[in-house]
């Protein structure tokens, strides 16, 4: 790889990200990041009617937490002139040609093919339209479509990810590039982007290959350099079905928000699916060591929601407290004794924000849950003097059990309810410094 890589990931600003963009988003990145290179996020905007704004934000934020910083920014809205000339080239040439056939009659003619057991591809008839012909449809009020006119044979290039691939153009309808209001639907912006740009590697879905034969025809029209193309495999959920923007809790905001780490979520989005055992990698740098294009499985990726809480959960407990610092603030948690609460509670949390949970069982107040009063007063009386440390639980619930004969779950579970009031939990002997005598007396005598 001679040229330094330029590489681009390309949304629509029509509504928020989901896990689904996330992969191509983070094989993109990834991909710049382990061989040097640049990676520009490019907003294909060119749905007016669609895009927004607040949308175009959302993109920016999503990518932030994901912490992949685009090196270039590009908007299509931006760059119309642009397209205008490349298709005036094209219509010199005779690729781009105008069309008048309206959506009803198309869908027509489409249901007649297939009724006559005939593929249902576009046949050009507009190719066949007169000069005379073509001004009598405008005076009907009619406004042209363009298409460009492929050539009918295969296109071969090496995928990235599949290898040796081809598409028989032969096969396809002439694409639709302009729409009869005058505006681009993808696919021309985006080779003229690319070509302009100088994008080395194209890396996206493989929803697109069937484009990737178009538009190899319409770079090789317009003069341009053609990119190297890798076609991964799509995420799915769990159950197979193809995700949208309409799974608002597989959003990377619906994520976020239910407190997932961006770690967690970059190590499934772009380790399932490849020959790499799915597990939680932090460092960015690590994780693009470990993405090989080409050991991309073929078989679609399963986005699997326990399978991201586990990893979640395995990245929390790695977490030095450093790191939350300024997170268990937020959630309430006062700097002293911080430290010492995260190390006994880290280890019982599936997200750092459960943390709030635990710190409002240590401060209070709780219901406690007395079970037997005689024995919780007996546990009370031999509750020991201050100061607490991290073996206090261990010799107060031996002299509990001394005193009591209680043993097991039925010395420590009767204990465990009425300080908390749960039954299940971090280890008390990090808690119970932590809540201090003072209250821990107080609930043994069920005040909370």
């Keep these: 790889m001679t040229a330094t890589p330029l590489v681009r990931f390309a949304?629509?600003?029509?509504?928020?990200?989901?896990?689904?963009?996330?992969?191509?988003?983070?094989?993109n990145a990834l991909f710049a990041r382990a061989h040097q290179g640049r990676f520009l996020l490019r907003l294909d905007d060119t749905d007016a009617e669609r895009s927004t704004q607040a949308f175009a934000e959302a993109v920016a934020e999503d990518l932030a937490w994901l912490e992949i910083v685009p090196d270039l920014f590009a908007r299509q809205s931006d760059r119309a002139a642009i397209y205008d000339a490349a298709a005036e080239r094209l219509k010199a040439m005779g690729r781009l040609y105008p069309c008048y056939e309206t959506q009803d009659e198309l869908e027509r003619?489409?249901?007649?093919q297939l009724g006559r057991g005939q593929p249902p591809i576009y046949d050009r008839a507009a190719l066949a339209l007169t000069p005379a012909e073509r001004t009598a449809l405008e005076a009907e009020g009619r406004k042209p479509h363009w298409r460009f006119k492929l050539d009918a044979r295969t296109v071969?290039?090496?995928?990235?990810?599949?290898?040796?691939?081809t598409v028989d153009c032969a096969s396809l309808s002439d694409p639709v590039l302009i729409r009869a209001d005058g505006s681009y639907l993808y696919t021309l912006p985006s080779v003229v982007d690319d070509a302009e740009m100088g994008i080395t590697h194209v890396i996206r879905g493989e929803d697109h290959v069937t484009n990737t034969g178009v538009q190899v025809q319409i770079f090789e029209a317009l003069g341009s350099a053609i990119p190297v193309f890798g076609h991964h495999n799509l995420l799915t959920t769990a159950d197979g079905e193809g995700l949208s923007k309409r799974l608002g809790h597989l959003s990377l905001r619906g994520l976020?928000?239910?407190?997932?780490?961006?770690?967690a979520v970059r190590s499934l989005a772009v380790l399932t699916g490849t020959a790499e055992s799915v597990r939680?990698?932090?460092?960015?740098?690590?994780?693009?060591g470990l993405v090989d294009l080409a050991q991309i499985s073929r078989a679609p990726a399963k986005f699997d929601p326990q399978e991201l809480d586990g990893l979640n959960a395995r990245l929390v407990h790695a977490m030095p407290y450093a790191e939350v610092a300024?997170?268990?603030a937020a959630l309430g948690v006062p700097p002293d004794g911080a430290q010492a609460f995260w190390e006994a509670v880290r280890p019982n949390l599936a997200k750092v924000s459960e943390a709030g949970d635990w710190w409002r069982v240590v401060a209070g107040p709780v219901t406690p849950v007395i079970g037997d009063p005689a024995f919780i007063g007996a546990a009370a009386a031999l509750l020991p003097a201050e100061p607490w440390d991290g073996e206090t639980w261990k010799t107060w619930t031996g002299a509990v059990?001394?005193?009591t004969g209680a043993k097991g779950k039925a010395l420590f579970m009767p204990l465990r309810l009425a300080v908390t009031g749960l039954e299940h939990g971090p280890d008390l002997g990090g808690l119970l410094p932590l809540i201090g005598r003072a209250?821990?007396?107080?609930?043994?005598?069920?005040a909370g």
């Design 11 to 27: 949304p629509s600003p029509t509504g928020y990200l989901h896990i689904g963009n996330a992969r191509p988003a983070l094989l």
């Design 109 to 112: 003619r489409r249901r007649r």
């Design 156 to 165: 071969a290039w090496h995928d990235l990810v599949r290898g040796e691939a």
């Design 256 to 263: 976020r928000e239910a407190g997932y780490e961006p770690a």
């Design 280 to 288: 939680a990698v932090a460092s960015l740098d690590e994780l693009a």
């Design 326 to 328: 300024d997170r268990l």
């Design 401 to 403: 059990k001394a005193t």
């Design 439 to 446: 209250a821990v007396a107080r609930r043994l005598a069920g």
